[in-house]
């Protein structure tokens, strides 16, 4: 697949078509008003910043990581304003998160709040966006109980200093609600979607570009809940919208083709699913901008297509290849390693690997209980594959026991037992 190549005019043209994107989620208009203190050099320090901008709306960001370097180098050198130091900080912050360096990301991130608070004060709406940035950091981590936190502290912040704006609450309940899917609150998830949703639309209309990102998010609850119609009507409208601003085949379309590859799986549309996916992975690897983590939710997917294809050698090597992707960039404690772990578990019991699969099972069971719980989705699906491993086996009695608490699980949070889709941002 032939990546992307977006001309400086194509990108001007982007620029002028999602400000409004970007801006919620670097907004530092402080940085405006404190131009004219800056020196002849220290001007061209916004001015890289504001190139490499342009180049993060467009999933750019190996164009972005040198002018944004180059601008930090520039803010220490001429020894800038706290402000605009701050300002490249931060930039910094949400550049190294979206390519999935998370631990660089929280080291500028922290940076960022730290000048932030004592330039401003420690509830300025600055320090909401920032705290923002980091909970998306800490999510990718993998740390839900800081992710959550975080964001909860920036909420609180607009909550008070907008007196209750929905247009100025909206992304924060979109990220919240986006940190819910994960730890399997689906119910109070579509809330907040809901409720963002209706101020997105009515600021920014049915077919801006983040309306449609945030439609793909539903979406993909949706999908999650097992109610494909209304996933299908969602992403339907949603893609054609970020193809419109992106082009055909971009790595930023990824989200929405997920979710078209789980409602063909939804369908028993293996062959499509499979060919969503692959097409899913070839941009990310191709265009090389998509996050390695992206890459191994994709190949995860796609393993579990291989898998219910009964293509079980190749399933199992699509998913060594995630989980070293994953212990390279998160470790072997996460919540996406424990998926991987239940799915090559799957695999195992198909092949008669039964003690490899208890084994796997027991480890993904472990992670999953630990990070939310003992009646989450991912917990349910653990124990479904359990009950396979022990049916194949023949301990009758083992299978309704955890039948049982599978039940019960499932009368708790009112969700379907299909194979839980890590959500990709």
């Not at 800038?80 to 990301?105: N, R």
């Not at 369908?267 to 941009?283: F, N, P, V, W």
């Not at 890459?295 to 050698?313: M, N, Q």
């Not at 019960?408 to 890590?422: D, G, K, S, W």
């Amino acid at each position: 697949m032939v990546g992307v190549r977006t001309s400086f005019t194509e990108l001007r043209k982007l620029k002028r078509s999602i400000p409004v994107i970007f801006l919620s989620l670097l907004v530092f208009p402080a940085v405006a008003g404190a131009r004219t203190l800056f020196a002849e050099k220290a001007h061209s320090c916004s001015s890289f910043r504001s190139m490499a901008r342009i180049y993060m709306a467009c999933g750019d960001y190996g164009k972005a990581q040198p002018l944004l370097q180059k601008a930090f180098q520039l803010a220490e050198k001429t020894n800038a304003p706290d402000t605009e130091v701050c300002a490249c900080v931060i930039d910094l912050a949400y550049l190294y998160k979206e390519q999935g360096k998370f631990s660089d990301a929280e080291t500028m991130g922290r940076m960022g709040l730290e000048l932030q608070e004592k330039v401003y004060q420690k509830d300025h709406p600055y320090v909401a966006y920032t705290l923002r940035i980091l909970s998306e950091i800490y999510r990718g981590q993998g740390r839900y109980q800081e992710a959550s936190g975080a964001l909860e502290r920036a909420l609180d912040i607009v909550r008070r200093v907008s007196r209750g704006s929905e247009q100025e609450l909206a992304p924060f309940k979109v990220d919240m609600a986006r940190l819910l899917v994960v730890q399997g609150d689906y119910a109070q998830a579509e809330s907040l979607f809901t409720e963002a949703l209706a101020a997105i639309e009515a600021g920014y209309g049915p077919d801006h570009l983040y309306t449609a990102k945030v439609h793909t998010d539903l979406a993909m609850l949706y999908a999650l809940e097992e109610r494909t119609t209304e996933a299908e009507a969602l992403i339907c409208g949603a893609l054609p919208i970020q193809e419109k601003i992106y082009g055909r085949e971009h790595h930023l379309l990824i989200p929405a083709w997920l979710v078209m590859a789980k409602i063909s799986e939804a369908k028993g549309d293996l062959a499509t699913a499979k060919r969503i996916l692959e097409q899913s992975l070839c941009t990310v690897q191709e265009q090389g901008d998509g996050g390695p983590l992206v890459a191994g939710d994709v190949l995860i997917r796609l393993a579990h297509v291989h898998t219910r294809s009964r293509k079980y050698k190749k399933a199992e090597e699509l998913l060594n290849k995630a989980l070293k992707i994953l212990d390279d960039k998160q470790g072997a404690n996460t919540d996406r390693t424990a998926l991987a772990f239940n799915r090559l578990a799957q695999v195992y019991i198909e092949r008669g690997k039964c003690s490899e699969a208890q084994d796997l099972c027991q480890r993904a069971l472990n992670i999953f209980e630990r990070l939310f719980g003992e009646d989450h989705p991912c917990v349910a699906e653990v124990l479904q594959t359990l009950v396979q491993l022990h049916q194949k086996t023949g301990n009758t009695s083992e299978v309704a026991r955890l039948q049982r608490r599978m039940e019960e699980i499932r009368e708790r949070r009112h969700v379907a037992y299909l194979p839980t889709l890590h959500p990709v941002e």
